[in-house]
Nanobody, 119 residues
């Protein structure tokens, strides 16, 4: 059973930073493109960022460009999301997910980690 476990969430003031981690077990993450998603209360889950298998290509939703950075350490089977200049509207549960590059949908999801940004 593939497991993705997020950590690093918490409560932070606006303007602050957090670094989320997504650790994988029973899977070799280098085979997968990885993504971060978030879901705020009462809202649909939305895409935040993605990174290619090698880490050479990344993409972000417009609202986080210039503030968030996705990265990966394939040797340690971990993906990160560095979040700077956090805003109250970034408050959400953040999920990491893994996708075979040839597929359009994500195959595996973590359980999520709560990020709360106070104003």
């Amino acid at each position: 059973q593939v497991q993705l476990v997020e950590s690093g969430g918490g409560l932070v003031q606006a303007g602050g930073s957090l670094r989320l981690s997504c650790a994988a077990s029973r899977v070799t993450l280098s085979f997968y493109s990885m993504g971060w998603f978030r879901q705020a209360p009462g809202k649909e889950r939305e895409f935040v960022a993605t990174i290619s298998r090698s880490g050479s290509t990344t993409d972000y939703v417009d609202s986080v460009k210039g503030r968030f950075t996705i990265s990966r350490d394939n040797a340690n089977n971990t993906v990160y999301l560095q979040m700077n200049s956090l805003k109250p509207e970034d408050t959400a549960v953040y999920y990491c997910a893994a996708r075979f590059p040839a597929r359009a949908t994500y195959d595996y999801w973590g359980q999520g980690t709560q990020v709360t940004v106070s104003s």
